[in-house]
């Protein structure tokens, strides 16, 4: 690979950590971001965020670069393959996180029901809160084996190409 091309594709990959950065930060006003799930509060810094989201956006960028030019590039196959590895590490571990929220109609314990002031249910609070975490749990089993099979596939056509002949080469 040239000295140019390897240039530009980590200038690429800087301008979407950058730019990811820049993003959270504006959406953000304060440095920290808050989360309130009902009686719970998360608190979470923006530089956690930042590079878990810069993972997906660089693997769904590569993802379609790299299928235009046929998967051919190696160095550019590593950082689709090392960038969709690591998102599926992360990913992985929000979908325990999403597991361990609890299922809609669950009630603040201890349960006081029989006080005048009774405490609603979560599915009264919040709207849809329990529609959208049940789609969220239901769709996060699907979105790690649709990662696993860009991973599986990415890394075969990666392999398949690797010691391919210079003219088999794609070399831009």
Do not use: C
């Not at 930060?25 to 923006?46: A, N, P």
């Not at 596939?153 to 010691?163: D, R």
């Amino acid at each position: 690979m040239k000295p140019k091309q390897l240039i530009i594709e980590l200038a690429i990959i800087v301008m979407i950590v950058t730019a990811t950065w820049f993003t959270i930060k504006l959406s953000t006003s304060e440095t920290l971001l808050d989360i309130q799930l009902h009686d719970t509060y998360f608190v979470i810094e923006r530089s956690t965020i930042t590079l878990p989201v810069s993972l997906l956006l660089i693997t769904l960028i590569y993802l379609i670069k790299e299928g235009f030019a046929g998967y051919k590039r190696r160095f550019q196959n590593l950082v689709l393959v090392t960038a969709n590895f690591l998102s599926l590490i992360w990913l992985y571990h929000l979908s325990v996180f999403i597991k361990l929220l609890p299922q809609p109609g669950w009630t603040i314990y201890p349960p006081l029901s029989a006080l005048p002031n009774a405490v609603p249910r979560i599915d009264d609070q919040a709207g849809g809160y329990p529609l959208i975490i049940n789609s969220i749990k239901h769709l996060m089993p699907i979105v790690l084996i649709v990662f696993m099979l860009i991973l599986v596939a990415s890394s075969f056509l990666t392999g398949k190409n690797w010691n391919a002949k210079p003219h088999e080469q794609n070399i831009n």
